[in-house]
């Protein structure tokens, strides 16, 4: 198993350019996660997924969209990039039982700069 | 005020030396806690978790929950330089609104040195 897998490992983006962080497992977890990670901030939940066609908000949404799909792919938008989300983004998933949040296998992330 | 504080260190210790990572809380409807550790430039993985108050142990580590108190601790006996890396303490609750989403503490920085 790969686990949970990030593309890209880096990324440089300009004010106002989008693009799209990708993350994929292959653990058929039906939960899956974004998380931004920023100095002294600890890790704040973007986006959340509880299974294929279900999303929702996490704590700091604003300037990002989801969707999923599959349940393998869960892919993260930026729409308008901001020198605010210079940050690393972590992806994860997990299966849940009974309300209790099983084991969140975590990606490598993904460094982004935005100027 | 954050619903979990962790003091983001950073903290140096000899090796060998008996390590005590701390948060506190204010939701008091958390009922899972755990704690992640992260070697720098990764992501984070779980390390421990328990589910109300008590002691959990597991080798080297013991987690404990003091639920009255809202308060969380790790403890690293005879820490090694593998230690080193930043401590994350999470927790959530089940069911409502919350269900599945955790809260992350701010992560301590963690350096054990030979």
């Known amino acids: 198993n790969a686990g949970v897998t990030q593309t890209p490992k880096f990324q440089v983006l300009k004010t106002g350019q989008s693009m799209t962080l990708q993350c994929a497992q292959d653990?058929?977890?039906?939960?899956m996660s974004w998380y931004r990670q920023d100095p002294g901030m600890g890790l704040r939940l973007i986006h959340y997924?509880?299974?294929?066609?279900?999303?929702d908000q996490g704590e700091v949404p604003n300037g990002y969209n989801v969707s999923r799909s599959t349940t393998e792919d869960f892919p993260l938008r930026l729409l308008s990039a901001a020198p605010s989300q210079t940050s690393v983004y972590f992806c994860a998933s997990s299966t849940t039982s009974g309300g209790f949040q099983e084991t969140q296998y975590f990606g490598p992330g993904t460094r982004l700069l935005v100027l | 005020q954050k619903e979990v504080e962790q003091d983001p260190g950073p903290l140096s210790v000899p090796e060998g030396a008996i390590v005590s990572l701390n948060c506190t809380y204010s939701?008091?409807?958390?009922?899972?806690f755990m704690w992640y550790r992260q070697y720098s430039r990764k992501g984070p993985e779980l390390l421990m978790y328990t589910y109300s108050s008590g002691n959990k142990e597991d080798g080297r580590f013991t987690a404990q929950v003091d639920k009255s108190s809202k308060y969380i601790s790790l403890f690293i006996r005879d820490s090694q330089p593998s230690d080193s890396a930043t401590y994350l303490c999470a927790m959530h609750h089940a069911g409502g609104t919350s269900y599945g989403k955790l809260t992350f503490g701010q992560g301590t920085i963690l350096t054990v040195h030979p």
């Open positions: 653990m058929n977890h039906e939960y």
């Open positions: 939701n008091s409807a958390f009922q899972y």
């Open positions: 997924s509880v299974g294929a066609g279900i999303t």
